[in-house]
């Protein structure tokens, strides 16, 4: 599998913040974190851990019960040619 670049890019295009999985309370947990990513001039660090664009960062720690996917759909996961679902629980 592709290794997906963590930027402010691949963030944008990302279709996470939009899946029935992603519930409002991870996506508020998530939001200040980023949030933060867009702020900073290079973009996020590589070790930093961020519950969004899962399929760059592995697993989230927040979701617990598979909703719907929106993988297939992603601009990310096209242009990367990845060929799974559910990174949020898989991991990258």
């Not at 990310?76 to 559910?86: A, I, M, S």
Request: charged share 25%.
């Amino acid at each position: 599998m592709a290794i997906v670049e963590k930027s402010k890019s691949n963030h944008f295009q990302c279709r996470c913040k939009f899946c029935p999985t992603f519930s409002l309370g991870c996506l508020a947990k998530a939001a200040p974190k980023v949030a933060k990513i867009f702020v900073i001039p290079d973009g996020p660090k590589k070790e930093d851990h961020v519950e969004n664009m899962f399929c760059a960062y592995g697993r989230s720690d927040c979701i617990k019960q598979k909703q719907g996917c929106k993988c297939p759909t992603c601009p990310v996961h096209k242009k990367y040619d990845l060929d799974k679902v559910y990174y949020c629980f898989g991991g990258e």
